[in-house]
């Protein structure tokens, strides 16, 4: 990883390509600001809606970019806003957008951008702040990446301990869930849903003079245990995880921080972490009953934000993830080479089927399809930790950034591919119909943004056919973001 440093200014340059960007009509429109917050109770619908869907898909994504001063460096640290397409159950379509409130957005807007510190934004601070920041560091709430259910509570997450809560209805933001910092500062947006529990399971990092790694499980806002541990000199940058019902299984990227550095070069947080092909990928699995380190296998590098699905083959285990190549996905993804549209951002995200053979400790790896994949969903509810058949995703193929969505039959390998010209669809939900017997039977809905158009909308495909059965016209444009849920009434 190259090292971004020091405080940007915003430029004539910097503003006048923020102003470029929502001009241009191709994917660059994604990553333009979208501030209007609005509602609509009846969205333009063609097609059929099934009566059966009924509730909202909820997404969250980075809305504002631009501040009066600067801009921010990094896609991820654009500010939070949540987007909800509601289904009454009657073929209607409902539509509503609202940002997060946040102190990090009140911050931001008080100092024009200046006291942003994030992902991969610089915070403009004195050496003064920087030491102070080393005894109470400072984190952001800017809850952008994903949403889920904590016992009663909806909550968004980034990738710090602060989740914000919010009311799934009117998108209000209802205040911090103050559960979560205790097990450490770096958390993942990824929980996973332990139904026979009731709880989330995550993963954290605590870092120090010491540092640990964490499985953590929570049932509420207040009720939480640890279920692992484990030292680690340098912790490495784990966006998701995975769960069978057995294990808890960590994927170490060979990004990998000194903590030391991070209390100390005044660099935003990503920027101190550095790519270590030599480590490998090490696969870490817990018992999550004992707690027990079960067993740990090493792979040939490469660099994972998401996985798949993970299951039990009698001893072995087996986790399907999309593997970059290397890290430098998070360099494409700063805010000037996105709206600069240089470079092929997403590319070279390959669905990994990785074999953890019990009598070894290296895996063996092999590609599930030969189509590139990111932002992979499958059938969750019954299909997570479970062999499984199909994953859902976004695909970019020959275009420069995410653009088609692809069904792949993890069993045969074999895929199909919804396209359009002038479409850039988001992350694929499924939602499966009630009393259902497939595995695909449902629907999967995609915010697609129409860049021709200016616009975007709500795409309904039949998740067996993966056809097109409805889409509603929503009245602006959504910026690209990363994960939603839909959350049933
Ligand atoms: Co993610």
Same mark, same amino acid.
């Given at each position: 990883?190259?090292?971004?440093?020091?405080?940007?200014?915003?430029?004539?340059?910097?503003?006048?390509?923020?102003?470029?960007?929502?001009?241009?009509?191709?994917?660059?429109?994604?990553?333009?600001?979208?501030?209007?917050?609005?509602?609509? &109770?009846?969205?333009? %619908?063609?097609?059929?809606?099934?009566?059966?869907?009924?509730?909202?898909?909820?997404?969250?994504?980075?809305?504002?970019?631009?501040?009066?001063?600067?801009?921010?460096?990094?896609?991820?640290?654009?500010?939070?806003?949540?987007?909800?397409?509601?289904?009454?159950? &009657?073929?209607? $379509?409902?539509?509503?957008?609202?940002?997060?409130?946040?102190?990090? /957005?009140?911050?931001?807007?008080?100092?024009?951008?200046?006291?942003?510190?994030?992902?991969?934004?610089?915070?403009?601070?004195?050496?003064?702040?920087?030491?102070?920041?080393?005894?109470?560091?400072?984190?952001? &709430?800017?809850?952008?990446?994903?949403?889920?259910?904590?016992?009663?509570?909806?909550?968004?997450?980034?990738?710090?301990?602060?989740?914000?809560?919010?009311?799934?209805?009117?998108?209000?933001?209802?205040?911090?869930?103050?559960?979560?910092?205790?097990?450490?500062?770096?958390?993942?947006?990824?929980?996973?849903?332990?139904?026979?529990?009731?709880?989330?399971?995550?993963?954290?990092?605590?870092?120090?003079?010491?540092?640990?790694? @964490?499985?953590?499980?929570?049932?509420?806002?207040?009720?939480?245990?640890?279920?692992?541990?484990?030292?680690?000199?340098?912790?490495?940058?784990?966006?998701?995880?995975?769960?069978?019902? /057995?294990?808890?299984?960590?994927?170490?990227?060979?990004? $990998?921080?000194?903590?030391?550095?991070?209390?100390?070069?005044?660099?935003?947080?990503?920027?101190?972490?550095?790519?270590?092909?030599?480590?490998?990928? #090490?696969?870490?699995?817990?018992?999550?009953?004992?707690?027990?380190?079960? @067993?740990?296998?090493?792979?040939?590098?490469?660099?994972?934000?998401?996985?798949?699905?993970?299951?039990?083959?009698?001893?072995?285990?087996?986790?399907?993830?999309?593997?970059?190549?290397?890290?430098?996905?998070?360099?494409?993804?700063?805010?000037?080479?996105? #709206?600069?549209?240089?470079?092929?951002?997403?590319?070279?995200?390959?669905?990994?089927?990785?074999?953890?053979?019990?009598?070894?400790?290296?895996?063996?790896?092999?590609?599930?399809?030969?189509?590139?994949?990111?932002?992979?969903?499958?059938?969750?509810?019954?299909?997570?930790?479970?062999?499984?058949?199909?994953?859902?995703?976004?695909?970019?193929?020959?275009?420069?950034?995410?653009? #088609?969505?692809?069904?792949?039959?993890?069993? &045969?390998?074999?895929?199909?591919?919804?396209?359009?010209?002038?479409?850039?669809?988001?992350?694929? %939900?499924?939602?499966? #119909?009630?009393?259902?017997?497939?595995?695909?039977?449902?629907?999967?809905?995609?915010?697609?943004?129409?860049?021709?158009?200016?616009?975007?909308?709500?795409?309904?495909?039949?998740?067996?056919?993966?056809?097109?059965?409805?889409?509603?016209?929503?009245?602006? @444009?959504?910026?690209?973001?990363?994960?939603?849920?839909?959350?049933?009434?």
């Amino acid at each position: 990883m190259s090292i971004v440093s020091g405080t940007r200014t915003a430029t004539a340059e910097s503003m006048a390509e923020a102003d470029d960007a929502t001009r241009r009509r191709d994917h660059r429109l994604g990553f333009a600001d979208q501030t209007e917050e609005v509602r609509v &109770d009846a969205l333009p %619908v063609s097609g059929d809606v099934p009566t059966w869907l009924r509730g909202g898909l909820v997404r969250v994504t980075p809305a504002q970019m631009d501040f009066d001063q600067r801009s921010v460096s990094h896609w991820f640290d654009g500010m939070a806003m949540l987007n909800r397409f509601g289904f009454a159950g &009657d073929g209607s $379509v409902s539509y509503a957008s609202r940002f997060l409130d946040t102190d990090a /957005r009140k911050a931001a807007l008080a100092s024009g951008g200046a006291a942003i510190s994030g992902f991969a934004t610089d915070p403009c601070r004195s050496l003064f702040q920087r030491v102070q920041s080393l005894f109470s560091p400072e984190l952001t &709430d800017n809850a952008n990446v994903n949403l889920t259910r904590l016992g009663d509570e909806y909550i968004a997450m980034t990738e710090t301990p602060i989740p914000v809560r919010f009311d799934p209805e009117t998108l209000a933001t209802l205040g911090h869930d103050e559960g979560a910092a205790r097990f450490g500062q770096i958390t993942t947006a990824h929980p996973h849903h332990d139904p026979e529990r009731g709880e989330l399971v995550n993963f954290a990092a605590q870092l120090g003079a010491k540092s640990e790694y @964490r499985i953590y499980a929570r049932s509420s806002s207040t009720e939480g245990r640890t279920l692992a541990t484990m030292g680690v000199r340098e912790p490495s940058y784990m966006h998701s995880f995975a769960i069978t019902p /057995r294990y808890a299984l960590l994927i170490e990227n060979p990004l $990998v921080v000194n903590p030391l550095r991070l209390a100390l070069s005044g660099k935003a947080f990503i920027h101190n972490y550095r790519w270590k092909p030599e480590l490998g990928v #090490r696969i870490h699995a817990f018992d999550r009953e004992t707690g027990v380190l079960h @067993r740990s296998w090493v792979a040939d590098p490469f660099f994972v934000f998401h996985t798949i699905n993970a299951f039990e083959d009698g001893e072995d285990i087996v986790i399907d993830l999309c593997a970059h190549e290397d890290a430098s996905i998070i360099e494409l993804l700063e805010l000037e080479k996105l #709206r600069a549209g240089s470079g092929h951002a997403v590319l070279g995200a390959r669905p990994l089927r990785l074999t953890l053979a019990a009598g070894s400790g290296v895996a063996s790896t092999r590609e599930l399809a030969d189509v590139d994949l990111e932002l992979p969903r499958i059938a969750y509810r019954t299909r997570n930790g479970l062999p499984y058949r199909y994953v859902y995703g976004g695909s970019a193929g020959e275009a420069a950034f995410l653009k #088609r969505l692809v069904k792949i039959d993890v069993e &045969d390998g074999s895929h199909v591919v919804w396209d359009e010209p002038n479409a850039w669809a988001g992350e694929p %939900v499924f939602v499966p #119909r009630p009393d259902g017997d497939a595995e695909d039977d449902g629907v999967v809905l995609s915010v697609v943004m129409d860049a021709e158009a200016g616009s975007s909308f709500l795409l309904m495909l039949d998740a067996q056919t993966f056809e097109e059965i409805a889409r509603a016209e929503a009245p602006h @444009r959504v910026p690209f973001g990363f994960h939603g849920q839909f959350f049933g009434s």
